[in-house]
Each structure stands twice: as structure tokens, then as C-alpha cells.
């Protein structure tokens, strides 16, 4: 038995060995800096969670942020509140009227995205905002609300070391080809489903 578990110890500190040699190595090759386009996407809940977490990583690296939901605009959230409580340090903004079925208007709708992408271009030519988050840009892109041929060169066009973090569901293959990092969210199980309602400090 002991000489059992000696070579179940020893295996393991073999492949632990081959795996800190391969991090290592892609630690040294991985040299580059870079402002990142990030998109969070897919069916599943948590994609703005996520962006307002890297949120908060910025904040604490004493960095501005901007914050501009595309959607959501009728909905006062506490994650709202509390970013809006770091001061000068985040820009906050609620820029549509509420979810597309709710508003039932394209018109309308169309009309509050694309101020909400001119504002958001503000953000894109500012380098003082090390994070600029496009919260359910996807869904307005899919709508055809704002055009992708007009978003993409202001990605690209945007200050090089800002981070640019996009969510919504329904990303474009052409967004999701031109980002550095794509995190599709799936759903596996929701509570909506077993008619359970939303919760504070969950879901707003």
C-alpha cells in the first residue's frame, strides 16, 4: 500500500511539474500590452455581472470607467448605485427605455440607441477611461438599431490601452472575430422558469 501511494505521489508531482513548465513558458512568451475588446454573450445569466466585475477591478486600480446600458434603461439597479458611489471615478449611464418587448416602439428604440452609441464614441476617444462597458450592446447591434459597420472602426480606432467590454446575447460573428476575448454564457437552469421572480441582490 505505501509503495502504492508513493507512486500516485510521485506521478502527481511529475505532471505538476510539466504543468508550471508549460504556464511558465506561455507566461514568459505572453509580452504584449493592450487595450482589450472583450464580449460576454450567449443565453445564459451573468454577462453583465461579469463586466461590472472587471468594473471593480479597474476602480481599485484607481482607474475611470464608463458604464452605458443600451437596454436596460428603466431598471434601477443596486449595482448602479453602488458604482455610482466611487465619485468621478465612474461614469454611469442608463441610456434606453427598457427591454425591446416592453417598449414595442423600433422608432423609438432606434432613436435612443444611437444617441447612447454617440455618447459611448465620446468614451471611445477618451483615454482618461481605462474601461468603457457596452452593457446589451449585442441586443441593439442584432436589432439593427446600430449598424456594425459604424462600431468597428471606432473599436478599432479607440486609444490603445483601453479596455472595451461588450455584453448581450446574439453577439455577431464579426464582433465576436475581432475580439480578444469571447465568453459565451450558457443557461443550464434558471429560476424565471419555475416561476420564481427576481431577486434583489440577484437579479437588480
Known sequence: ?????????????????????????RIAEAQQEKGLLIVYTGAGKGKTTAALGMALRCIGH????AVM???????????????????DQVVFLRMGEGYTWETQDRERDIRFAQQAWG???????????????????NIALQHGYVRLEEVLPA??????????????????????EEADLVSEMKQ????????????AGVEF
Open 62 to 65: 484607481g482607474w475611470k470607467v
Open 119 to 137: 455618447k459611448a464614441c465620446e468614451f471611445l476617444r477618451d483615454s482618461s477611461y481605462a474601461m468603457v462597458i457596452l452593457d446589451e450592446f
Open 188 to 199: 443550464v437552469k434558471h429560476p424565471f422558469r419555475k416561476g420564481i421572480k427576481a431577486q
Open 1 to 25: 500500500m505505501a509503495e502504492i501511494v508513493m507512486t500516485e505521489q510521485n506521478e502527481h508531482k511529475a505532471r505538476m511539474e510539466r504543468l508550471k513548465a508549460s504556464v511558465d513558458r
Open 155 to 176: 473599436l478599432r480606432n479607440r486609444p490603445p490601452m483601453q479596455h472595451v467590454v461588450i455584453t448581450g446575447r446574439g453577439g455577431p460573428a464579426e464582433l465576436l
Open 69 to 87: 446600458q443600451f437596454i436596460k434603461g428603466a431598471i434601477d439597479t443596486a449595482e448602479e448605485r453602488a458604482l455610482k458611489s466611487f465619485g
